[in-house]
């Protein structure tokens, strides 16, 4: 195994660490890697390997938020995908709504056809009773006429 002295340094596969600047000291571990604590070497006294394999995801690179950036990556990936999933949604929605409002004026369209076929038939019908009732008058005045002819001749016998 390979202990470090005071003063002296070890080269990781990532980043060199001296065992004596800002107070970190590095430690060994009975499987042969090497862990360091000290001022800023993790997050609430953590202590982190300095061989990848035996790192946490995100700690091996000594980046003491990669694992919390890693989860607000995935999270906002999700998040993105929920979005996404509402937009559709939400087009959808005012597709359909389209659909409905475009039936509905045309729905109303028709029975303003319908109103107004059903106002001119009505006009047809009046005019068609007009014209008879005036037939029916002018058949009446020639009957009237024809028996003020007849009434004031007598037949000849």
């Known amino acids: 195994m390979n202990y470090l002295q005071h003063g002296q340094s070890q080269e990781s596969t990532t980043e060199g660490v001296r065992g004596s ?19 800023g070497a993790g997050v609430r006294n953590q202590l982190f390997t300095l061989d990848r394999e035996d ?9 003491p938020f990669g694992g919390v950036l890693d989860q607000l990556i995935d999270d906002t990936r999700k998040q993105l995908v929920k979005s996404n999933e509402c937009i559709v949604w939400y087009r959808e929605e005012v597709k359909e709504y389209e659909e409905k409002l475009n039936n509905l004026i045309k729905l109303k369209e028709l029975q303003e056809e319908q109103y107004q076929e059903m ?5 047809m019908l009046l ?4 014209l008879m009732q005036q037939q029916l008058q002018l058949m009446q005045q020639q009957q009237t006429e024809s028996s003020n002819q007849n009434g004031g001749e007598t037949p000849a016998e």
């Open 21 to 39: 600047e800002g107070g970190q000291s590095v430690y060994p571990h009975t499987d042969g890697s090497a862990t360091f604590a000290g001022a």
């Open 55 to 63: 790192s946490a995801p995100g700690a091996g690179n000594f980046h």
């Open 119 to 123: 106002r001119r038939q009505q006009e």
């Open 127 to 130: 005019q068609q009773q007009q």
